[in-house]
């Protein structure tokens, strides 16, 4: 099987902007999870997705969105983008209560 | 609130050094267990786990992993570590009924040739 797919890979954006992020799940897998990473905090829990629905959020403010489609792949948008939102964001998508992640979209916000 | 606690932030061995990367979570509950691993550069991928049955899971690349329900403890182990081992290493649980992942904040490992 495939693995996690995520797109793009790098972004730079300037404060203000928005950006979207894309990941596509394993084949058969319907839960689709997101995380910001960063140094020295490690994985934070944006949100996840499953069947469509939000199942699960973490505390992260409302410029933080995401959705997931009928085919199960997930966007996640930031929207107003701050120099703290620089990250990696991870996508993992859960199959047998197991996570399996994407390599990620690193952002740079300036 | 559950957590989870990695002890050691950053290791450093020499090759053929053990390696025991402790991992201590706060549920009194049934919790499902997973250590990741972050090589250089590279995605995270899954190490081990343990559900249930045997406390001493065996996972890729000649880890373990042993769960002690008394001490709430999941410690990584592997006997003779190789310079590609040099990664960041995660703990994460799931606890209960909870379907958040909690992670813990990683121990980054260093092995020198």
């Known amino acids: 099987k495939a693995g996690v797919t995520q797109t793009p890979r790098y972004l730079i954006k300037t404060r203000g902007q928005q950006v979207t992020l894309s990941c596509s799940p394993i084949s058969g897998h319907r839960s689709v999870s997101w995380y910001q990473q960063t140094p020295g905090q490690g994985l934070q829990f944006l949100f996840e997705?499953?069947?469509?629905?939000?199942?699960n959020k973490g505390n992260f403010p409302g410029r933080f969105s995401g959705r997931q489609f009928s085919n199960s792949r997930s966007e996640m948008n930031v929207s107003t983008l701050e120099l703290g939102d620089s990250a990696l964001y991870l996508c993992?998508?859960?199959?047998?209560?197991?996570?399996?992640f994407g390599p990620g979209t690193r952002l740079l916000v300036l | 609130a559950q957590s989870v606690s990695q002890h050691n932030h950053h290791v450093i061995l020499s090759e053929a050094a053990s390696l025991e990367l402790g991992c201590n979570y706060s549920y009194g509950g049934t919790v499902n267990l997973f250590w990741y691993v972050q090589y250089p550069g590279q995605h995270l991928q899954l190490l081990l786990k343990?559900?249930?049955?045997d406390p001493l899971v065996k996972g890729i690349k000649g880890f373990e992993a042993e769960f002690i329900k008394s001490k709430f403890s999941f410690n990584l182990r592997k006997p003779s570590v190789q310079w590609s081992d040099t990664a960041e290493y995660f703990c994460a649980v799931y606890a209960g009924n909870n379907r958040k992942l909690i992670w813990g904040l990683g121990t980054s490992l260093a092995v020198n040739p």
């Open positions: 993992a998508s859960s199959g047998q209560e197991t996570q399996y």
């Open positions: 343990y559900f249930s049955g």
């Open positions: 997705y499953f069947s469509e629905t939000q199942r």
